[in-house]
């Protein structure tokens, strides 16, 4: 749930010539060679979006062009494929991103049609349409849905804290309860937008499933801080990891999110952690060492 910096758009024009023309396709004749004036007619629908920061209107559909024309634009996507005619297109949408916007878990490898091709044909090869995604958040974005999630481009989300996790310790397992906090300082459009998304994504069950495994590598370094400062030294080193996470990801990432909540749950610090993430492999490793010696002593 972050912006992304917007890729060059100083193409769009030679773009769009590169990949309109007529062509033959078995036998048949396909695609559709635009006037200067139809160019035109596209690029003012790209600066309607940008003045409506990519929210749907019908004005957005192409309702002035040729329904040929719009076909045309739609099935030119391809031409953004590595083996296409506007390579260039992709390659700077997903240039130093390295995680996906919308849940930071996995690395985008697709582009989304922030509003959809099929239904807003004259933007299907707009620079500014085109966000990666990881597969998990295209996949289960809707057609139906289109203006209702966050635009990395547009909605520019400030810097306050709106991801919270409520934790609960049960048998032993760590239960994480992702949601966004209605008394967030946000507009609320982009607050009604943070939590559709959640929702629609089933992000908390996302970020429960990779908050285990994280957990797991922190096992050491809890049973450590315990060892030496007892629970200060766990909530200590929670908050400094949080600090260190919060500069690698950002504020409203789920990982240092959920440092910040478990350096403030009382019971997890005072020694929960242990049930969570039994250390019974660093045991194991300790008395093989604690043999070792004996063995070289004698
Ligand atoms: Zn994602």
Redesign the pocket.
């Known amino acids: 749930m972050k912006n992304l910096p917007r890729p060059p758009k100083t193409t769009a024009r030679d773009d769009l010539e590169t990949v309109l023309y007529i062509y033959n396709y078995k036998g048949e004749v396909r695609g559709y060679e635009p006037t200067d004036i139809e160019i035109d007619a596209i690029l003012a629908i790209y600066d309607l979006y940008d003045q409506a920061f990519g929210m749907p209107s019908d004005a957005l559909k192409g309702p002035g062009l040729a329904p040929a024309l719009n076909g045309a634009i739609r099935h030119a996507y391809p031409h953004t494929y590595e083996d296409g005619k506007i390579p260039h297109v992709r390659a700077t949408a997903f240039e130093n991103v390295d995680?996906?916007?919308?849940?930071?878990?996995?690395p985008?490898v697709e582009l989304d049609h922030h509003l959809p091709k099929a239904v807003f044909e004259p933007l299907s090869l707009y620079a500014w349409n085109l966000v990666p995604?990881?597969?998990?958040?295209?996949g289960a974005k809707l057609a139906k849905d289109a203006g209702k999630f966050l635009h990395a481009y547009f909605d520019i989300v400030p810097d306050v804290q709106f991801l919270r996790v409520e934790i609960s310790i049960e048998n032993g397992g760590l239960v994480t309860t992702y949601s966004v906090d209605d008394n967030a300082e946000l507009d609320a459009p982009l607050l009604t937008k943070l939590k559709f998304q959640m929702e629609a994504?089933s992000l908390n069950n996302?970020f429960q499933k990779d908050v285990n495994k994280y957990l797991v590598a922190h096992t050491t370094g809890l049973h450590m801080a315990a060892e030496f400062g007892g629970s200060v030294g766990v909530n200590y080193y929670l908050q400094k990891q949080a600090v260190v996470e919060t500069h690698a990801f950002h504020r409203n990432h789920w990982r240092p999110v959920l440092l910040n909540a478990l350096a403030n749950h009382g019971a997890f610090c005072n020694g929960e952690f242990k049930n969570v993430l039994p250390d019974g492999q660093a045991a194991a490793v300790a008395d093989n060492l604690a043999t070792k010696e004996l063995v070289e002593e004698i």
């Open positions: 995680l996906c916007p919308i849940c930071g878990v996995d985008p995604l990881c597969e998990a958040c295209n994504l996302r």
